[in-house]
């Protein structure tokens, strides 16, 4: 299996290259990652797939996920990753 080494903050977006900002993923799940959000952060393709679903998911929770990244910096990788 091949394995591609994918940036959660891209670099064409200053991401840095270290063990924070970076993982080691599938080829094809870098890919699919790419193909559905470009370059967007993680609070970014929240925020996409939360538009997207509006009309199927609920106004309450569609209010808590905006709450969400409201209150975190969505620019720094260490709000949303694990080390």
């Known amino acids: 299996m091949k394995y591609n080494l994918h940036h959660r903050v891209p670099k ?3 991401g840095q290259t270290n063990d924070l900002n970076c ?9 699919a990652i790419h193909t ?6 993680f609070p970014e393709q929240i925020a996409r797939l939360t538009n997207m679903n509006s ?6 929770i569609i209010k808590e ?3 969400i990244l409201r209150y975190r910096d969505i620019h720094n990788p260490e ?4 080390e």
């Open 12 to 14: 064409s977006r200053f």
């Open 23 to 31: 993982e080691m993923v599938k080829v094809t799940t870098h890919d």
């Open 36 to 41: 559905l959000f470009s370059n967007e952060i």
């Open 55 to 60: 009309r199927v998911l609920k106004p309450e």
């Open 65 to 67: 996920i905006w709450d």
């Open 79 to 82: 709000e949303w990753y694990k």
